[in-house]
T-cell receptor, first 114, second 114 residues
Framework: AQKVTQAQTEISVVEKEDVTLDCVYETRDTTYYLFWYKQPPSGELVFLIRRNSFDEQNEISGRYSWNFQKSTSSFNFTITASQVVDSAVYFCALRPGNTGKLIFGQGTTLQVKP | ETGVTQTPRHLVMGMTNKKSLKCEQHLGHNAMYWYKQSAKKPLELMFVYNFKEQTENNSVPSRFSPECPNSSHLFLHLHTLQPEDSALYLC?????????????FGPGTRLTVL
């Protein structure tokens, strides 16, 4: 089965705290792609990052960083020094290598309070 | 305009109405997608079009009828919907041709079926 699990339904932090959003995936494919999207209240899904299954290097982009570990089938997302504008729903998604189908997790609602 | 646009942004319809959702992408992409986002379920892929040809139909009821007249436009025709079809309908596009590319989303149409 192909599945994405985001166990944290809601997270609330105070501005400037660091926060990690967990993502665990299941797939039997050897080639696959992992994504994170942000959905602000406006509704549009904003692309954040894509990783392929052969690239386990962690990535940092400003205050955002991602930790990909094939051994634990996890692709976690950390926001450093969170800001109110980071408040949104964050989705982790899996795409098997031979299909255009994106399989989404349930999403994690992040609330950053001033 | 840039990116992926969707109209209307909000739609209220009765169960006997016929309406259409429109999606347009200005990214020069060749693949387009319809997703459904319900309150209680993860984002679900409905249809995929690649170079105007439907390549995936994720067991969607026939009361939803997609149309892709060209690579820039995608429609979702709705008729005799049920209240449980109320959801946010998201359109996405990607470069197409292969499955390695990233999907970019529009802002969605919030549909309410009375």
């Amino acid at each position: 089965a192909q599945k994405v699990t985001q166990a944290q339904t809601e997270i609330s932090v105070v501005e400037k705290e660091d926060v990690t959003l967990d993502c665990v995936y299941e797939t039997r494919d050897t080639t696959y792609y992992l994504f994170w999207y942000k959905q602000p209240p406006s509704g549009e899904l904003v692309f954040l990052i894509r990783r392929n299954s052969f690239d386990e290097q962690n990535e940092i982009s400003g205050r955002y960083s991602w930790n990909f570990q094939k051994s634990t089938s996890s692709f976690n997302f950390t926001i450093t020094a969170s800001q109110v504008v980071d408040s949104a729903v964050y989705f982790c998604a899996l795409r098997p290598g031979n299909t255009g189908k994106l399989i989404f997790g349930q999403g994690t609602t992040l609330q950053v309070k001033p | 305009e840039t990116g992926v646009t969707q109209t209307p942004r909000h739609l209220v319809m009765g169960m006997t109405n016929k309406k259409s959702l429109k999606c347009e992408q200005h990214l020069g992409h060749n693949a387009m997608y319809w997703y459904k986002q319900s309150a209680k379920k993860p984002l679900e892929l409905m249809f995929v079009y690649n170079f105007k040809e439907q390549t995936e139909n994720n067991s969607v009821p026939s009361r939803f009828s997609p149309e892709c007249p060209n690579s820039s436009h995608l429609f979702l025709h709705l008729h005799t919907l049920q209240p449980e079809d109320s959801a946010l309908y998201l359109c996405a596009s990607s470069l197409g041709g292969t499955y390695t590319d990233t999907q970019y989303f529009g802002p969605g149409t919030r549909l309410t079926v009375l």
